[in-house]
């Protein structure tokens, strides 16, 4: 019996001593216990970021952001996500201060051909820019900047005078202007700050990404940056 007891208990030390090897080796390939726990983390931030990656980089940013609405909000009850000429028809003519001007002025030069829910797009970058901390912080700051070539909107500084000629087209294009800064969402261009005409096809669109083609217009916006680029 005493022969059993000895045998079992050698066994149990060599047990024991075995453990402990194993767990000497266990921490020695790792100075920090706490790795094994941390590798776990990074493999599910490894298949988060691969899941991300799958999807549209403006599809994230649309989930993920509130849809950007005008700074100076009056009222957004009456306000469609979308504007049309049914909804236009029933509103009362459009009146406003300096900014208002400015943005109606705008939206007739630059696009009173358009339907309007291509003038709503116009007004979108418009108001973006507004946003935008690389731009004026004012309608008419943005409408009216200059750069290099001469103006961000050509009609500004074409020479010619900026006579509003047809009054029923500038009626509708500041019932636009008003509901854009009342607060009506800016649901169609996805965040654009630059358009062109598709007449054109100028070299610095390639530096940025293109989010709609409304009308005669194409917007485009800056690129996302993520991890990967």
Not at 29 to 36: A, H, I, K, L, T
């Amino acid at each position: 019996m005493s022969v059993l007891k000895s045998w079992t208990g050698g066994a149990i030390v060599l047990l024991a001593l075995a453990g402990g090897l194993r767990a000497e080796v266990t921490v020695s390939q790792s100075n920090d216990p706490g790795e094994v726990a941390e590798q776990g983390l990074m493999s599910v931030l490894w298949q988060e970021r691969s899941a991300m990656s799958a999807i549209d980089k403006r599809r994230v940013t649309a989930l993920t952001m509130a849809p950007a609405r005008s700074k100076n909000v009056a009222s957004q009850k009456n306000l469609p996500p979308v504007l049309s000429a049914e909804w236009l028809s029933k509103q009362p003519a459009a009146n406003g201060g300096d900014q208002f001007q400015c943005l109606s002025q705008a939206l007739y030069f630059e696009a009173r051909g358009e339907s309007v829910k291509g003038q709503q797009a116009v007004a979108e970058v418009i108001l973006n820019r507004v946003d935008d901390p690389r731009f004026p912080g004012s309608i008419c700051g943005v409408v009216h900047q200059s750069n290099r070539r001469g103006c961000q909107f050509s009609w500004y500084c074409d020479g010619k005078p900026d006579r509003v000629r047809n009054p029923a087209a500038y009626a509708e294009v500041a019932k636009v202007a008003r509901a854009m800064i009342d607060g009506a969402p800016r649901s169609l261009t996805e965040g654009a700050t630059y358009f062109h005409t598709r007449a054109v096809y100028p070299s610095w669109s390639r530096r940025f990404d293109k989010t709609a083609a409304i009308g005669h217009h194409i917007f485009y916006a800056d690129p996302i940056r993520t991890a990967e680029n």
